[in-house]
């Protein structure tokens, strides 16, 4: 297995996601797995960012622990990255910007000074060069081959062309130069191991899946990490057909987008927590009119504007309770790229079929980091089904009309004599209200029973149209590692670790938080020798609706809180500690 | 092509259609409500129009005036409080061939949803909004709105109002409405005009429809307004003319005009967003079969 990690990282503005983006796509066009994460703050110049991206012949599922390679633009990186250079690693770094003292080093790392400055000047005077040799050199100590280098480079900067591009793919070629011929390339460098991949955000698989199910109306209001689902969306607004608007405010946002459902499109919103607290009336207004509706809500660090560009799974409370009163919701939790590809289409499935709100829990993690995908994993041909549940049949129509399912024929407007109010007030089955002047009275207290019953039965429904929990790993492993999102992607990787030790463990995933299966998951919780819960929170919320749900409390707890991913290292020391093994 | 099972949306132009007519549901307003006034003027400028009722869509937000679409035969919404103008525009822009109308209080509008009420001006829209104004929260038994005036004792404000009104009609001049007029409940002739001109305009029409509450404004009544309207179409203005409308939305007190303040002709929202030149979005093709080369940005 050949597996190298390659760090950059700068001062914000210094453009490390570039070329941390650069690096991650030279790597899925040789036709490896690739991690791509991308760790930044919330100032737009200043402030330590970096980007690592790790790629292998086998999959990477996380950012992974250390780095073999750190291409450091500042003092600080150094400072800060050297104690994860692994053994046989080399910095990078340019003498006349800062230096790096031979005691700073790690034992068995070495550096690597390149005057990118000086290679710089080459080109141009403008100081607008100085990460293209660095990133040359990096590339050559990876073994990325300069052509893929620099064809990636290329296409980083689109249609452009001219000298900007020219003088970067220059200072490129002679960073990469002065690498070969003053140091071998790491250890662990890698070669090309297939056709090219697809590299992708979460964000953008979401955004495509959402397409790809047949959506046609987003409204969004910016707000980090959710953003570049609405930035992927508008880029190919009128190319794909869809209509984008960036609304005043979140209640718009969800308004809008229930108002262009009820008016006979798929329709999306897309917010992190914050935007999501503001939704929460309208969201109740879908599942009360049963209007279908998808809300992605990608979780950053809380409470209140809490660390908005680090990544946390602190809303699970929230997307289980928001709104007043009960009303029948789905929650799914995608971990990687093509899941979430997947769940998008799904979520479409999901709100149509059952005429109700359905929540795409992301988070920071998944939302922004960049994944690989194979070409054969995203298929664009999804059915899509008429809209027009209902035909008209002239008279007495009855949007609510009780049914087995709890589903009811659906007319949009526009359909000759199907006319009905979608309300958020109680009503009976024609939709008229039942709130103003019938409420109390003995029939309609009845009728308000029996409308109560039918949206709640479609949570039996929901149940068979969404994921049960998922159980992978031998079977009878001594450890059972429970979570759902984007954390399975760090316990994936340590599974791997564990099984290089010989410790054999298996993950149960949650990919639909809500309704919980629970006969599966109570069977799969007995089942398990031991159970370690893996959370991005600081009080289990997964486990409290576990144990609510079931009565199974899962007391072996990994939780994490501090704004930053899992590192699989993390997850191997609880793992061997809830065994029994000590930590190594 | 994906997605396009569906039949169409489109208006169906047919005489034997239904227009609109009174729903079974009896409206539920106190006796002498002024809101009688503008369902009644609503109902006569669609008839009028000969808008069959399957082609409207009757939008609101919560408050008594907000049952509104309850009472008619078209289609509606009645959304949540302060929501009806974005709920409005998203239906709009799945189907920019339905004849939108929000109809809601001035708590509704203006309070709680006074922040879509701007935005949805300075899009222009293409849609109708009329606020039933009574100067008080109805529903909620008679606290200070953001239209009563200054002094007046509610629930709320027991010892008098002591902040200044929105003055709605310079507010939506201020944000780029192209079609801006007073009515009043006690002229169901002339607000009907008034609504009939609102459908017919292409842009956004706000008219805001003075519609006492008898039960909790004790101040702004029938009366009060039948001593003070005149109307604008008598005295010389010029509805084309922003200096005119700007001068005429300033006076209120012994005097309140009624009437068409102000209209412009701009590009609609639905003119701009390019996606909707291809037809209702309703009716365009859904899903991304086929289009595989979507791809290729990823590699
Ligand atoms: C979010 C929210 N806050 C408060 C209310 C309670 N509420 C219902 S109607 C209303 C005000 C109604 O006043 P207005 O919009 O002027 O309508 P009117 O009853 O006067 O016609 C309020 C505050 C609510 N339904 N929702
Ligand atoms: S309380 Fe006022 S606004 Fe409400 S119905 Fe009665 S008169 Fe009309
Ligand atoms: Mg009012």
Same mark, same amino acid.
């Given at each position: 297995?050949?597996?190298?990690?390659?760090?950059?990282?700068?001062?914000?503005?210094?453009?490390?996601?570039?070329?941390?983006?650069?690096?991650?796509?030279?790597?899925?066009?040789?036709?490896?797995?690739?991690?791509?994460?991308?760790?930044?703050?919330?100032?737009?110049?200043?402030?330590?960012?970096?980007?690592?991206?790790?790629?292998?012949?086998?999959?990477?599922?996380?950012?992974?622990?250390?780095?073999?390679?750190? $291409?450091?633009?500042?003092?600080?990186?150094?400072?800060?990255?050297?104690?994860?250079?692994?053994?046989?690693?080399?910095?990078?770094?340019?003498?006349?910007?800062?230096?790096?003292?031979?005691?700073?080093?790690?034992?068995?790392?070495?550096?690597?000074?390149?005057?990118?400055?000086?290679?710089?000047?080459?080109?141009?005077?403008?100081?607008?060069?100085?990460?293209?040799?660095? %990133?040359?050199?990096?590339?050559?100590?990876?073994?990325?081959?300069?052509?893929?280098?620099?064809?990636?480079?290329?296409?980083?900067?689109?249609?452009?062309?001219?000298?900007?591009?020219?003088?970067?793919?220059?200072?490129?070629?002679?960073? $990469?130069?002065?690498?070969?011929?003053?140091?071998?390339?790491?250890?662990?460098?890698?070669?090309?191991?297939?056709?090219?991949?697809?590299?992708?955000?979460?964000?953008?698989?979401?955004?495509?899946?959402?397409?790809?199910?047949?959506?046609?109306?987003?409204?969004?209001?910016?707000?980090?990490?959710?953003?570049?689902?609405?930035?992927?969306?508008?880029?190919?607004?009128?190319?794909?057909?869809?209509?984008?608007?960036?609304?005043?405010?979140?209640?718009?946002?969800?308004?809008?987008?229930?108002?262009?459902?009820?008016?006979?499109?798929?329709?999306?919103?897309?917010?992190?927590?914050?935007?999501?607290?503001?939704?929460?009336?309208?969201?109740?207004?879908?599942?009360?009119?049963?209007?279908? %509706?998808?809300?992605?809500?990608?979780?950053?660090?809380?409470?209140?504007?809490?660390?908005?560009?680090?990544?946390?799974?602190?809303?699970?409370?929230?997307?289980?309770?928001?709104?007043?009163?009960?009303?029948?919701?789905?929650?799914?939790?995608?971990?990687?790229?093509?899941?979430?590809?997947?769940?998008?289409?799904?979520?479409?499935?999901?709100?149509?079929?059952?005429?109700?709100?359905?929540?795409?829990?992301?988070?920071?993690?998944?939302?922004?980091?960049?994944?690989?995908?194979?070409?054969?994993?995203?298929?664009?041909?999804?059915?899509?089904?008429?809209?027009?549940?209902?035909?008209?049949?002239?008279?007495?129509?009855?949007?609510?009309?009780?049914?087995?399912?709890?589903?009811?024929?659906?007319?949009?407007?526009?359909?000759?004599? %199907?006319?009905?109010?979608?309300?958020?007030?109680?009503?009976?089955?024609?939709?008229?209200?039942?709130?103003?002047?019938?409420?109390?009275?003995?029939?309609?207290?009845?009728?308000?029973?029996?409308?109560?019953?039918?949206?709640?039965?479609?949570?039996?429904?929901?149940?068979?149209?969404?994921?049960?929990?998922?159980?992978?790993?031998?079977?009878?492993?001594?450890?059972?590692?429970?979570?759902?999102?984007?954390?399975?992607?760090?316990?994936?990787?340590?599974?791997?670790?564990?099984?290089?030790?010989?410790?054999?463990?298996?993950?149960?995933?949650?990919?639909?938080?809500?309704?919980?299966?629970?006969?599966?998951?109570?069977?799969?919780?007995?089942?398990?020798?031991?159970?370690?819960?893996?959370?991005?929170?600081?009080?289990?919320?997964?486990?409290?609706?576990?144990?609510?749900?079931?009565?199974?409390?899962?007391?072996?707890?990994?939780?994490?809180?501090?704004?930053?991913?899992?590192?699989?290292?993390?997850?191997?020391?609880?793992? %061997?500690?809830?065994?029994?093994?000590?930590?190594? | 092509?994906?997605?396009?099972?569906?039949?169409?949306?489109?208006?169906?132009?047919?005489?034997?259609?239904?227009?609109?007519?009174?729903?079974?549901?009896?409206?539920?307003?106190?006796?002498?409500?002024?809101?009688?006034?503008?369902?009644?003027?609503?109902?006569?400028?669609?008839?009028?129009?000969?808008?069959?009722?399957?082609?409207?869509?009757?939008?609101?937000?919560?408050?008594?005036?907000?049952?509104?679409?309850?009472?008619?035969?078209?289609?509606?919404?009645?959304?949540?409080?302060?929501?009806?103008?974005?709920?409005?525009?998203?239906?709009?822009?799945?189907?920019?061939? *339905?004849?939108?109308?929000?109809?809601?209080?001035?708590?509704?509008?203006?309070?709680?949803?006074?922040?879509?009420?701007?935005?949805?001006?300075?899009?222009?829209?293409?849609?109708?909004?009329?606020?039933?104004?009574? /100067?008080?929260?109805?529903?909620?038994?008679?606290?200070?709105?953001?239209?009563?005036?200054?002094? /007046?004792?509610?629930?709320?404000?027991?010892?008098?109002?002591?902040?200044?009104?929105?003055?709605?009609?310079? *507010?939506?001049?201020?944000?780029?409405?192209?079609?801006?007029?007073?009515?009043?409940?006690?002229?169901?002739? /002339?607000?009907?005009?008034?609504?009939?001109?609102?459908?017919?305009?292409?842009?956004?029409?706000?008219?805001?429809?003075?519609?006492?509450?008898?039960?909790?404004?004790?101040?702004?009544?029938?009366?009060?307004?039948?001593?003070?309207?005149?109307? *604008?179409?008598?005295?010389?203005?010029?509805?084309?003319?922003?200096?005119?409308?700007?001068?005429?939305? *300033?006076?209120?007190?012994?005097?309140?005009?009624?009437?068409?303040?102000?209209?412009?002709?701009?590009?609609?929202?639905?003119?701009?967003?390019?996606?909707?030149?291809?037809?209702?979005?309703?009716?365009?093709?859904?899903?991304?079969?086929?289009?595989?080369?979507?791809?290729?940005?990823?590699?």
């Amino acid at each position: 297995m050949g597996e190298i990690s390659v760090r950059a990282g700068g001062a914000a503005g210094d453009g490390i996601a570039s070329v941390g983006e650069t690096l991650a796509h030279s790597l899925s066009r040789m036709g490896l797995h690739v991690f791509g994460h991308n760790a930044y703050q919330s100032v737009i110049r200043g402030g330590h960012v970096w980007f690592q991206a790790r790629a292998s012949t086998a999959p990477t599922h996380s950012q992974g622990d250390a780095c073999d390679i750190l $291409y450091a633009l500042n003092k600080e990186t150094a400072d800060v990255h050297l104690p994860s250079l692994s053994r046989g690693g080399t910095v990078v770094f340019d003498p006349e910007k800062f230096d790096i003292p031979a005691s700073q080093l790690p034992a068995g790392t070495k550096a690597l000074p390149v005057k990118t400055l000086e290679i710089a000047r080459k080109f141009t005077s403008q100081s607008i060069l100085q990460n293209a040799g660095g %990133l040359g050199a990096t590339a050559f100590l990876a073994g990325i081959p300069l052509d893929v280098l620099q064809a990636s480079l290329a296409d980083s900067f689109g249609k452009k062309k001219g000298d900007v591009v020219d003088w970067n793919l220059g200072a490129s070629a002679d960073g $990469y130069a002065f690498a070969q011929a003053n140091s071998a390339a790491n250890d662990h460098a890698v070669a090309k191991a297939g056709e090219p991949k697809l590299l992708m955000t979460g964000n953008a698989a979401i955004a495509l899946g959402a397409a790809a199910a047949g959506c046609k109306f987003l409204a969004q209001y910016p707000m980090t990490p959710a953003s570049s689902i609405m930035h992927w969306m508008a880029a190919h607004s009128r190319d794909i057909g869809v209509v984008v608007k960036q609304a005043e405010d979140e209640l718009a946002a969800i308004n809008m987008a229930i108002g262009a459902s009820y008016g006979g499109v798929r329709s999306m919103t897309a917010t992190s927590g914050g935007g999501f607290a503001l939704m929460v009336e309208a969201l109740g207004m879908a599942g009360m009119a049963e209007i279908p %509706l998808v809300v992605v809500e990608s979780q950053r660090s809380g409470p209140s504007t809490g660390l908005p560009t680090k990544t946390e799974q602190g809303d699970l409370n929230m997307m289980l309770g928001a709104g007043q009163g009960e009303f029948p919701r789905a929650i799914l939790a995608p971990a990687n790229a093509v899941e979430a590809y997947r769940a998008a289409i799904r979520a479409f499935q999901v709100a149509e079929e059952w005429q109700t709100p359905v929540l795409l829990a992301s988070d920071l993690h998944l939302s922004e980091n960049y994944m690989t995908v194979d070409r054969s994993e995203i298929d664009l041909n999804v059915e899509i089904p008429s809209l027009f549940s209902v035909q008209p049949n002239g008279h007495d129509y009855k949007r609510y009309q009780y049914t087995p399912s709890g589903v009811s024929p659906r007319s949009l407007p526009g359909q000759v004599g %199907l006319q009905w109010i979608a309300g958020s007030d109680e009503h009976d089955e024609k939709g008229h209200l039942i709130s103003d002047v019938k409420s109390g009275i003995p029939v309609w207290v009845a009728e308000r029973t029996k409308m109560m019953q039918k949206r709640m039965g479609k949570l039996a429904g929901i149940g068979r149209s969404t994921e049960p929990p998922r159980l992978e790993g031998p079977a009878d492993a001594p450890l059972t590692f429970v979570a759902w999102g984007s954390t399975v992607g760090a316990i994936r990787d340590a599974m791997v670790t564990l099984a290089a030790k010989n410790v054999a463990t298996n993950l149960l995933q949650i990919r639909t938080v809500f309704p919980l299966h629970v006969d599966v998951l109570e069977a799969a919780i007995d089942r398990a020798k031991t159970t370690l819960l893996v959370e991005a929170n600081y009080s289990g919320q997964l486990g409290r609706l576990i144990r609510a749900e079931t009565g199974r409390h899962l007391t072996n707890r990994l939780l994490k809180y501090d704004g930053e991913p899992f590192y699989p290292y993390e997850v191997v020391g609880k793992a %061997l500690e809830v065994l029994g093994h000590g930590r190594n | 092509m994906a997605g396009t099972s569906a039949p169409s949306v489109a208006p169906t132009v047919g005489t034997l259609l239904p227009l609109i007519g009174k729903s079974d549901t009896k409206p539920t307003w106190c006796p002498g409500c002024g809101d009688f006034g503008v369902v009644a003027a609503v109902e006569m400028a669609l008839k009028r129009l000969k808008i069959p009722s399957h082609q409207v869509v009757l939008v609101s937000g919560i408050g008594c005036s907000s049952n509104l679409p309850h009472f008619l035969s078209s289609y509606g919404f009645h959304s949540i409080h302060g929501r009806s103008l974005p709920v409005a525009e998203g239906i709009r822009w799945a189907n920019h061939t *339905l004849t939108v109308i929000a109809t809601g209080g001035d708590g509704d509008g203006f309070g709680i949803g006074a922040g879509h009420f701007i935005h949805t001006m300075r899009r222009n829209v293409d849609m109708t909004y009329v606020t039933m104004d009574n /100067q008080i929260y109805g529903l909620t038994t008679g606290q200070a709105s953001p239209t009563s005036m200054m002094g /007046q004792k509610t629930k709320s404000t027991p010892a008098g109002v002591i902040e200044n009104p929105i003055d709605p009609i310079s *507010l939506a001049l201020a944000a780029g409405a192209t079609y801006i007029a007073r009515a009043f409940s006690g002229d169901v002739k /002339q607000m009907a005009d008034l609504v009939a001109g609102g459908i017919q305009h292409k842009g956004f029409a706000f008219i805001d429809a003075m519609s006492p509450c008898v039960t909790y404004n004790k101040i702004n009544t029938f009366d009060w307004f039948r001593q003070r309207v005149y109307k *604008l179409e008598n005295s010389g203005h010029d509805p084309t003319d922003i200096v005119q409308a700007w001068q005429r939305s *300033l006076e209120w007190g012994d005097k309140v005009p009624t009437g068409l303040f102000y209209k412009a002709d701009k590009p609609t929202y639905e003119d701009l967003e390019e996606v909707l030149t291809a037809g209702p979005l309703a009716n365009q093709p859904a899903g991304l079969k086929g289009r595989e080369s979507l791809l290729d940005e990823f590699i």
